[in-house]
């Protein structure tokens, strides 16, 4: 077992990483260092070639911040002061994407799905068909907070359609599953430093349709977070506008190695749904129900309902758990109880085995004897 000192977070980012990314961070870099900048390039450069995207159809800016500030930045540089945005929701990042919109004074239209259910390309199409005003789309690619992997492909193929701008928030999933821009039709994709590439928190970065980006010059309501601004900058000076996290950067950039050197993006997509796959089948195993179907079920994180039995209390399993070496994470639902184990980081089946012992472990302590669920949502 792990020290519980240093335990695994299973949580979507930030996350366990190796100990090569973090020895990465001890050393000091000048952010105006040509060294540190040859870096930042060849980060930018990797991350177009991870998504499949032509150098001279998008660009790769990233931004400080967590991952939100980066998605507050595409919003404002894509979205238009007069034309309404489309945001397909279902669960909190939807939720926030729209209350950006909502903050820089945009016109927000929101398809509301609720906690778990799936936007629907015919859904959409429907929606597009009846407000042909919309100028830009919203979906989040992995819905982390109920774990579900959004219909990404079909309804890019209906938005492109429409002719509408596609912003996608994929933030918990670039890198851990597959998203190839010559194959999916988008417009601007937002991931960031702490997710499936497994580097640290400090920043997010944007891959954007060169044009897009282009004509959004001056449009952002941001001095700091105007992403053309950065862009623009970077390209003229090859440095980052304002003091980058040199740490976050350099721990980045070995994290991005350690994904080449494990195969890539179609590697670690295999490992996390081997992580999930294993942890799923445990779980039902020891009773427990997963909040959505399988198809819908991401390599990325997965949501468990809360047992019904009144001896299980969620601070109670988590200081369990935390105590055996894993934290988990707890539920974003507003209708049920639950709780959410994430399966990305530096972890693979046999640390998931070992949680499954953990979790076996915690409930007899607390003596929890019936796993099962009050209610029983809807499947998805
Ligand atoms: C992590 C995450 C974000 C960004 O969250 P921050 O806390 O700002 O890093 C945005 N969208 C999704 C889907 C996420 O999983």
């Known amino acids: 077992?792990?020290?519980?000192?240093?335990?695994?977070?299973?949580?979507?980012?930030?996350?366990?990483?190796?100990?090569?990314?973090k020895s990465a961070m001890l050393k000091d870099w000048?952010?105006?260092?040509?060294?540190?900048?040859?870096?930042?390039?060849?980060?930018?450069?990797?991350?177009?070639?991870?998504?499949?995207?032509d150098p001279e159809t998008f660009v790769c800016v990233p931004m400080q911040g967590s991952g939100t500030f980066a998605v507050e930045a595409t919003l404002a540089s894509v979205t238009t002061q007069t034309e309404p945005t489309l945001?397909?929701?279902?669960?909190?990042?939807?939720?926030?994407?729209?209350?950006?919109?909502r903050y820089l004074g945009r016109d927000v239209q929101?398809?509301?799905?609720?906690?778990?259910?799936?936007?629907?390309?015919?859904e959409v199409d429907a929606w597009l068909t009846a407000h042909p005003e919309i100028a830009s789309v919203v979906l989040i690619h992995c819905e982390t907070s109920?774990?579900?992997?959004?219909?990404?492909?079909?309804?890019?193929?209906?938005?492109?359609?429409?002719?509408?701008?596609?912003?996608?928030?994929?933030?918990?999933s670039f890198g851990g599953v597959p998203l190839y821009l010559d194959q999916i039709p988008l417009d601007a994709l937002v991931s960031s430093a702490n997710k499936c590439i497994e580097g640290v928190p400090g920043f997010g970065f944007v891959i954007i349709r060169r044009r897009v980006l282009e004509a959004s010059a001056g449009q952002s309501h941001s001095l700091s977070l105007d992403l053309h601004a950065q862009w623009d900058y970077m390209e003229r000076t090859g440095q980052w506008?304002?003091?980058?996290?040199?740490?976050?950067?350099?721990?980045?950039?070995?994290?991005?190695?350690?994904?080449?050197?494990?195969?890539?993006?179609?590697?670690?997509?295999?490992r996390y749904r081997q992580n999930r796959d294993v942890l799923v089948n445990g779980m039902?195993?020891?009773?427990?129900?997963?909040?959505?179907?399988?198809?819908?079920l991401s390599p990325i994180i997965t949501t468990f309902l809360s047992p019904d039995d009144t001896n299980f209390d969620f601070k109670t399993?988590?200081?369990?758990?935390?105590?055996?070496?894993?934290?988990?994470?707890?539920?974003?639902?507003?209708?049920?109880?639950?709780?959410?184990?994430?399966?990305?980081?530096?972890?693979?089946?046999?640390?998931?085995?070992?949680?499954?012992?953990?979790?076996?472990?915690?409930?007899n302590i607390m003596q929890v004897s019936c796993t099962r669920p009050a209610t029983f949502p809807q499947p998805a």
Request: net charge negative.
């Open 1 to 21: 077992m792990k020290d519980a000192s240093e335990p695994y977070l299973l949580t979507p980012g930030p996350l366990t990483t190796s100990a090569e990314t």
């Open 30 to 53: 000048g952010s105006w260092d040509s060294d540190f900048n040859l870096l930042t390039a060849d980060i930018r450069q990797q991350l177009l070639a991870m998504a499949n995207a």
């Open 87 to 101: 945001v397909l929701s279902n669960g909190a990042y939807g939720k926030r994407a729209a209350d950006i919109l």
């Open 110 to 122: 929101v398809m509301d799905k609720g906690d778990y259910l799936p936007p629907l390309p015919e």
């Open 146 to 172: 109920s774990g579900i992997l959004n219909p990404l492909e079909d309804i890019a193929r209906v938005v492109e359609r429409h002719g509408k701008r596609f912003i996608v928030d994929a933030m918990s």
């Open 241 to 270: 506008r304002f003091t980058p996290p040199t740490h976050s950067v350099v721990a980045f950039h070995a994290a991005l190695e350690q994904h080449r050197a494990e195969g890539g993006v179609a590697a670690r997509f295999a």
């Open 284 to 296: 039902r195993h020891l009773g427990f129900q997963t909040l959505l179907e399988d198809n819908w």
């Open 317 to 363: 399993f988590y200081a369990e758990l935390k105590a055996r070496g894993f934290v988990i994470y707890p539920g974003k639902l507003t209708e049920v109880e639950s709780f959410r184990i994430g399966h990305i980081g530096q972890v693979d089946s046999r640390v998931m085995q070992v949680l499954l012992e953990a979790v076996e472990h915690s409930l």
